[in-house]
């Protein structure tokens, strides 16, 4: 865990009202994946509400197997409230079929699931952990989160993804520096249908690169074709030739016939880069 720094005063400002809106809200769930920023706001929500609020961890075949594990370990050091429910995005025809607008049906699966949730435990609102460096990227979630009247608290305050990391660090989380992470139906191209085999290839194989010692990273399915992407501070031990022989080893058995590196390495929505759209800021 990289060292504890002081913080300036306007960023102690901004975790000041966030806690503030929170503490107004009345019960609240967080949705939360055990990522950087879920974790920082279930901290903070259990600093501002206590037993008031709960995280609940929705888990389907595009949530991995090792973030459960990074969750739950979570959990238990920060002694939070929670709760797995099990999400059915996979049900949803429009979700499957992966257009554009499939983070819209996921998140809206999510959010009639913690609605239900919510009325039977008798909470009052949700909330979820977008920031204002996702307002330059495309996301359709955000309007199902809309539609649901979810509260987004970091846009609220505006708090960017480096600073939830410096308030993740000052507090002692231990997510401060994990890597940036999404669901394993991003690293499917638009119009690839999600199914579970698929989704089981890109986890098995990005745990593959892992153990490879490869931190940040995707694996991005393309049939028959895996691209790799990889930091580029990574890139070049990844280029290396007896390297390479292992990368592919690794992943051409879970029914791959190429292995591609992808030269611009890791970088965020690289599969977004087809879309013509303008992206509107999120409010």
Not at 34 to 49: E, F, I, K, N, Q
Not at 78 to 95: P, Q
Not at 103 to 110: F, G, P, Q, T, V
Not at 233 to 262: N, T
Request: aromatic share 6%.
């Amino acid at each position: 865990m990289s060292p504890v720094v002081a913080l300036p005063d306007r960023l102690l400002a901004k975790q000041a009202e966030l806690m503030t809106r929170l503490a107004r809200a009345g019960r609240v769930m967080v949705a939360f994946s055990g990522g950087v920023d879920s974790s920082y706001l279930a901290w903070a929500a259990h600093r501002a509400l206590g037993e008031d609020a709960l995280a609940v961890t929705a888990v389907s075949p595009s949530y991995p197997e090792s973030h459960r594990l990074i969750a739950e370990d979570i959990v238990a050091r920060l002694g939070l409230a929670h709760r797995f429910v099990d999400t059915h995005e996979m049900e949803r025809a429009e979700y499957r079929a992966n257009g554009s607008d499939r983070c819209y049906h996921c998140k809206s699966e999510l959010f009639d699931t913690l609605d239900r949730l919510g009325e039977e435990l008798g909470f009052r609102r949700v909330s979820y952990g977008v920031n204002i460096d996702d307002t330059t990227d495309f996301r359709p979630g955000h309007q199902a989160a809309d539609e649901h009247g979810v509260m987004a608290p970091f846009l609220e305050v505006e708090l960017s993804k480096q600073e939830i990391r410096d308030l993740s660090r000052s507090a002692g989380l231990p997510t401060a520096d994990l890597p940036a992470s999404a669901c394993l139906s991003s690293r499917l191209p638009y119009g690839t249908e999600v199914t579970v085999e698929r989704l089981a290839q890109v986890e098995r194989g990005e745990q593959a690169l892992r153990d490879l010692g490869f931190s940040q990273l995707r694996l991005r399915h393309h049939g028959e074709l895996a691209r790799v992407e990889i930091d580029p501070a990574e890139l070049p031990r990844a280029l290396e030739p007896e390297m390479a022989r292992r990368i592919v080893a690794a992943i051409k058995p879970l029914g791959f016939r190429y292995v591609s590196l992808d030269l611009e390495g890791y970088r965020m929505g690289s599969l977004n880069e087809v879309l013509q759209i303008h992206v509107e800021p999120i409010r």
